[in-house]
């Protein structure tokens, strides 16, 4: 048996959310809702969640360089060649700085003004590195890209 019953009337909160994610608002309005999507967390994730159906709708139909795309993308050679790629990247990248590190430690004539501002180098970029992996993870949900595809 179908259930004929009609589902329920939005509340605000859920009215105000879309209309925000559909840019319906005027200036004054989308002020105030971005204001309290900083200070309201549910309030965000459920703008975050229409923002995510609006893109999810609009990505449903695929266009020609879509299919080009997924056929390239499911050729063996073309995943293990970028498999190969990001291995051989990050093992370079790896064994590049163990042995700089390395190097500077077993060196005795190496200054150690050189081996302060080397050190402090690897140290700023795995700092920056993990600082940006840190706000993406935060971010993800709220990012209305995440369900699609290409």
């Known amino acids: 048996m179908t259930d004929n019953t009609p589902p329920p009337e939005p509340s605000e909160d859920e009215l ?26 549910a309030f965000a994730l459920r703008v975050a969640h229409y923002q995510r159906l609006d893109v999810t709708a609009r990505s449903a139909l695929q266009e020609p360089q879509d299919i080009a795309h997924a056929k390239l993308a499911a050729e063996p050679t073309q995943r293990a060649a970028l498999g190969l790629g990001w291995a051989a990247l990050s093992v370079g990248l790896v064994g590049f700085y163990a042995w700089i590190f390395y190097v500077m430690v077993r060196d005795p004539e190496m200054p150690t003004t050189l ?15 993990l600082a940006v992996l840190r706000k993406r993870l935060r971010e993800l949900p709220f990012d209305p890209y995440t369900k699609v595809q290409r």
């Open 115 to 129: 081996k302060v501002l080397m050190l402090t180098g690897i140290g700023g970029f795995l700092l920056l590195f």
């Open 16 to 41: 105000l959310a879309m209309a925000y994610a559909d840019g319906e608002l005027n200036e004054e309005a989308r002020r105030e809702a971005a204001h309290r999507m900083a200070s309201d967390e």
